[in-house]
């Protein structure tokens, strides 16, 4: 559902600026650096920072959503908040159409230069929109009425605590340690309860609110940081899970034995709450599901919009995918563990797809309805498998670290090269060849 309404939003919204182009009423934006997508990403880049965790803002009061009061159900209704920032911002952002346009336009009309302002414009346009929205959620955490604390002072305090305790680790420790994952958007350093305590880096991480967020929603980036490979003392049942998760171990007493990661079934959530979330969630995704089949088969005057009900009927398959392939983040061994190689793998392989569609839909002869469908794949299906609001959401907190670690700049550097390569290779020979 969350997907599907991800995906209706960016099909609108680029269709609006757009809609002076035909004679109609609205702003005309087309070519040169610019690209369908650009609107909904930056769209979809705020909203994910509006609706950040409190760790994420620097903010120390636990809350889930830190735009929200501590009393509001949703910071208890894991759902609706891997929905909006999984299903929804990361359906509503998409990578393989930014650098597919970008490149297909610079091969077949040299136009080179703009491809690559065009790649610049679109991470930078997205990262300010997500610092935007982060920055909306702490103007709005500071003056909802029962908070009185001073936002300024305790973003400071996290950011020298994030930097303090990647020093820590990284320069004070011997040169057998390892990289392994302990923070990140709903997990990251400072936690002030329920702390994991490593003794040789001499900081703390992972409240009990943040760990289990940690397990519960995968995709989203931790920040990585050396760190002894010896025992950790816990403070939590949900903090050891999420460092055994982390490929630490757990000290249990004079023995030492990994803990199994925390099952769902013991994150503390609203249950009722969320079985009326999925409830709503099913009747909604049941709806737009006929409403698509129907408005589908019976628009005969307009392609676009057969081609946006077709894209939210593939829009789920591609979120599903991207949050399967999100297991696979900082599962690499080495100095490349902190990589999230799942984001990196759906952004890549949506690229590949999509670029292989057009190609198929300018290529082959096809009728009415089944270039309707393959636009459908590249919008739904390859829109919602690859995404821009996680993507820039990691890089962000890469930076957090920053100069201490380079990891920002060679995780968006190699994301993009990557992506141009891909869409080189699947569609430069149709041209060169």
Not at 26 to 43: E, H, K, R, S, T
Not at 44 to 61: C, D, E, K, R
Not at 285 to 314: F, K, M, P, Q, V
């Amino acid at each position: 559902m969350w997907s599907q309404l991800g995906v209706l939003t960016r099909t609108f919204v680029g269709k609006f600026f757009q809609l002076g182009c035909n004679g109609q009423w609205g702003p005309c934006v087309q070519g040169g650096i610019y690209f369908y997508d650009l609107p909904a990403n930056m769209l979809g880049s705020f909203i994910i920072g509006l609706f950040a965790a409190s760790s994420t803002v620097g903010l120390v009061n636990q809350k889930a959503i830190a735009v929200l009061p501590k009393s509001h159900p949703w910071q208890n209704n894991f759902p609706v908040q891997i929905g909006i920032r999984t299903g929804y911002c990361g359906s509503l952002t998409t990578f393989s159409t930014w650098v597919k346009e970008l490149v297909v336009n610079a091969i077949s009309l040299n136009a080179y230069m703009n491809a690559i302002l065009g790649i610049i414009v679109g991470l930078y346009a997205a990262i300010l929109s997500y610092t935007i929205g982060v920055h909306a959620a702490l103007y709005l955490d500071r003056w909802l009425p029962a908070n009185n604390e001073d936002v300024l002072l305790e973003e400071s305090d996290y950011r020298k605590n994030v930097v303090d305790a990647y020093r820590a680790a990284s320069r004070e420790l011997p040169e057998n340690t390892k990289q392994v994952g302990v923070g990140g958007v709903d997990a990251v350093y400072g936690g002030t309860t329920g702390v994991v305590v490593t003794e040789a880096a001499g900081f703390e991480a992972l409240s009990e609110q943040q760990a289990e967020l940690m397990v519960a929603e995968d995709d989203l980036p931790r920040i990585m940081i050396s760190h002894p490979s010896q025992p950790i003392r816990t403070a939590t049942t949900a903090a050891a899970a999420a460092a055994a998760a982390a490929g630490l171990e757990v000290e249990q007493g004079l023995e030492t034995a990994a803990m199994p990661p925390l099952p769902p079934s013991k994150i503390n959530m609203n249950t009722e709450s969320v079985v009326k979330t999925d409830i709503i969630a099913l009747i909604t995704l049941i709806g737009l599901t006929a409403w698509c089949i129907i408005g589908a088969i019976i628009e005969d005057n307009h392609a676009w919009l057969r081609t946006a009900w077709l894209s939210l009927l593939l829009a789920p398959f591609g979120c599903t995918l991207r949050w399967l392939l999100a297991r696979l983040n900082y599962k690499l061994k080495g100095k490349l563990a902190w990589a999230p190689l799942g984001t990196f793998l759906a952004n890549m392989l949506g690229a590949a797809i999509s670029t292989a569609l057009f190609v198929v839909n300018v290529k082959v002869e096809l009728t009415s309805w089944e270039s309707s469908v393959v636009s459908a794949g590249m919008s739904g299906f390859c829109g919602a498998l690859s995404t821009v609001s996680t993507f820039v959401t990691e890089i962000v907190q890469y930076l957090e670290v920053f100069p201490e670690s380079g990891q920002a700049y060679t995780y968006a550097i190699g994301t993009l090269v990557s992506g141009v390569v891909v869409v080189i290779a699947v569609y430069g020979w149709t041209v060169w060849a």
